[in-house]
């Protein structure tokens, strides 16, 4: 008997009240009136944090966006609700609490098109939808471009994402200009601007109170969210995996997921997976000393003049990035030459940012691709489920990538939407290779 077919002979509300016994409470301005007359002493912990069980249908490694998400939605969409998350760290302590928050579908690639506007067509809903505000501000994505080449390239994704159904348009140097007139528009400007492809339901979120709603909402449809517990081994009977080697101890498992982002292939080597197309790269961010609002657009450019893309976070800190460091590391932190490359970036760019003094800077562990492209897929090993690949989108892709991680467990096949994100794609040589920089992960 599938999993599936083991929760279709069950009622579903019966399942749900049966999980919903240490519900949280659901949010409103009425009950934010009500606890602030009593004194704020009656609020209930955002989600549940029950001991490991012996054994669940479902495990999913890791603790961020994606996991959560997934967890969230085999419950939602599928009804699947004896499902741990298993974290090595605290909730949001790893790429998903160290991004610059960019949410955006302007792609390019059959395969990344569809999968990025599905995922933006989730977001545009999903404070309502987990009845937790994510903060999504759909502030409008700038892509600037600075000789004629780039601008053809641009009217190219243009047309692609018009005949999709994806909104954007094209601005003109002057356009641009009286939307963000604080750029360098000089014509003895280092990277003369001609324009920018703008899509205007493009923006960005709180990573945070995103890991934190998924949590809430999966724990109220009765997963089980086990931090601190990390993987040590996965457990196999006869080619099956059965369960995972933890911290904590054995927990068994019809089917265990893993979306770990940058410690893909420490785990996958663990479960026998062999030599994946991936590598891990630190990819650096910073934040500025908050400002009086200053740009309400993201703003980005790349492909031949350097990497750099910018935001104002709502406590009015500038969020920029650029670059990958260029090497192989597992380190949450940067190096002073990225440093100088992303500051070179902004000055070029935005020289008022040169009076702004930078507040802090952190790293995240990049699970880079050989094409670009990510992995929703199942691998190999019976009863083992693969999401990892995302290099530079993973946060923006957390809707749908959890909608489609969800599917293919619950289903044993992929759906339509990430029907291409496979590992099969290299055996076939049908690479997504959105940037056009061919097999090399560091130049994705």
């Given at each position: 008997?599938?999993i ?29 009136l009500k ?24 495990i ?47 792609y ?43 601008r ?12 999709n ?9 002057d ?26 339901r ?18 109220n449809l ?34 265990v997921?893993m ?33 009086k ?14 990497h ?9 800190g ?15 932190k ?44 199942k ?6 489920y ?8 993973g ?35 049908h ?14």
């Open positions: 008997m599938t599936l077919e083991k929760y279709s002979l069950s009622n579903p509300e019966t399942l749900k009240q049966q999980h919903l016994k240490g519900s949280t409470m659901r949010y409103s301005a009425f009950e934010i606890q602030g007359l009593s004194g704020n002493k009656g609020w209930k912990p955002v989600w549940r944090e029950p001991e490991p069980k012996a054994e669940y249908d479902v999913i490694v890791g603790g961020g966006g994606h996991g959560l998400a997934t967890a969230y939605y085999l419950a939602k969409n599928h009804g699947i609700t004896n499902v741990a998350v298993i974290e090595k760290g605290w909730i949001g302590g790893g790429n998903a609490g160290r991004n610059t928050t960019i949410v955006r579908s302007n390019f690639m059959e395969g990344n098109t569809e999968f990025y506007e599905h995922s933006l067509k989730l977001w545009e809903n999903l404070s309502q939808e987990l009845n937790y505000n994510v903060m999504f501000s759909q502030r409008g994505h700038l892509n600037l471009f600075f000789t004629p080449g780039q053809d390239a641009m009217i190219r994704k243009y047309n692609i994402m018009r005949l159904g994806i909104d954007g348009e094209l601005l003109d140097r356009q641009l200009m009286s939307k963000v007139p604080h750029l360098n528009y000089s014509q003895e400007a280092r990277l003369p601007i001609l324009g920018a492809l703008y899509q205007g493009a923006g960005t979120a709180r990573h945070d109170a995103v890991n934190w709603g998924y949590a809430r909402a999966a724990s009765g997963v089980d969210i086990i931090q601190n517990c990390e993987v040590t081994g996965f457990i196999s009977n006869g080619g099956q995996l059965v369960g995972v080697e933890t911290s904590r101890g054995e927990i068994r498992a019809e089917k997921g979306a770990v982002a940058g410690s893909t292939s420490l785990l996958a080597h663990k479960a026998g997976l062999g030599r994946l197309p991936i590598e891990s790269h630190k990819l650096q961010a910073f934040v500025s000393e908050p400002i609002p200053f740009l309400d657009s993201v703003v980005v450019y790349g492909v031949g003049h350097g750099f893309y910018i935001s104002q976070s709502d406590k009015g500038m969020v920029f990035g650029g670059n990958l460091d260029g090497y192989n590391s597992y380190a949450q940067g190096n002073l030459p990225l440093y100088t490359d992303v500051a070179s970036c902004a000055m070029n760019m935005m020289p008022a940012l040169g009076r702004v003094k930078l507040l802090r800077q952190w790293a995240g562990i990049m699970d880079m691709s050989m094409d670009g492209s990510p992995f929703i897929t691998t190999d090993i019976n009863g083992l693969l999401n990892a690949g995302w290099c530079y989108g946060f923006k892709a957390t809707p749908a990538s959890g909608w489609c991680f969800a599917h293919t467990i619950a289903h044993d096949a992929p759906h339509d939407v990430n029907k291409l994100l496979t590992l099969d794609r290299y055996k076939t040589g690479m997504l290779d959105e940037s056009g920089h061919g097999p090399y992960p560091k130049s994705h």
